[in-house]
């Protein structure tokens, strides 16, 4: 379900034509960022064993199947950093609804459309900025 319909038309309109998201929305995106920082944190303790060191022991492990492992381990630390990247932008998403600043573009400050904080409820800037 789209976030969309969460607006508040109802809420005034500053002077600078902002249209602020209403709680009920915010609320739902808070939400939605909690459930996927909680998720990658599992993901990142279940695949903890596939970024240990390799043992590189020639008398039960062939070259090939030592540099295969070598490679996997290399995988798996590139997507945990991925993991702690996407784990920054949703921890500072969390603290922009804390100060009360979510929903704004961090580049030019003017309102990040519902339908891109549907898509990605961590988006610091709006589709114009993160082109």
Partial sequence: MGL????????????NRRMSLSDEAIEIYRAALVVERDALVR???????????????????GRLSRMDAIQVQAMAHAEEERRRARLRAIDAAL???GAEEYGYCLAC????????LDVDPA????FDCAK
Avoid: H, W
């Avoid at 400050?109 to 891109?116: F, L, N, T």
């Avoid at 988006?123 to 709006?126: G, I, L, N, S, T």
């Fill in 123 to 126: 988006a610091p800037r709006c």
């Fill in 4 to 15: 969309t319909k969460a607006l508040d038309p109802t809420r005034s309109v500053a002077p």
């Fill in 43 to 61: 993901s990142s303790v279940a695949t903890a064993g596939s970024r240990a060191p390799v043992t590189l022991d020639q008398q039960s492990v």
């Fill in 95 to 97: 603290a922009r609804i």
């Fill in 109 to 116: 400050g003017v309102d990040i459309a519902p339908r891109r």
